[in-house]
């Protein structure tokens, strides 16, 4: 079981920055990879990015590339979204999620076993 709660959600104007934490409690974490996804109104869920507990490899949707940066601190069983240069259509609520480590890191919701409760982001223009 791993439960996994994010903060770090605000109101910021377009151009801006904001940065997403999540902190992972439970047994074996290093067996789970972890990511974020964006689910906003209207829309489906999107991948935002995952990266490994140990090597800290990181993949990314190629609509935040660039922009936002994934990490880990281990010590602290904390995963970081750092979003820069956010646009209005970054808006949306941000969940941090857990599958298990594979050969791939996960980029689709089903390969998720568990999810934070979420955390609301909203970009102004």
């Known amino acids: 079981q791993v439960q996994l709660v994010e903060s770090g959600g605000g109101l910021v104007q377009a151009g801006g920055s904001l940065r997403l934490s999540c902190a992972a409690s439970?047994?074996?974490?290093?067996?789970?990879?972890m990511g974020w996804f964006r689910h906003a109104p209207g829309k489906e869920r999107e991948f935002v990015a995952s990266?490994?507990?140990?090597?800290?490899?990181?993949i990314y949707a190629d609509s935040v590339k660039g922009r936002f940066t994934i990490s880990r601190d281990n010590a602290k069983n904390t995963v970081y979204l750092q979003m820069n240069s956010l646009k209005p259509d970054d808006t949306a609520v941000y969940y941090c999620?857990?599958?298990?480590?594979?050969?791939?890191?996960?980029?689709?919701?089903?390969?998720?076993?568990?999810w934070g409760q979420g955390t609301q982001v909203t970009v102004s223009s």
């Open positions: 999620a857990a599958g298990p480590h594979g050969r791939r890191l996960f980029s689709t919701s089903s390969m998720v076993r568990y």
């Open positions: 439970g047994r074996n974490l290093p067996a789970y990879d």
């Open positions: 990266i490994t507990w140990v090597v800290g490899s990181t």
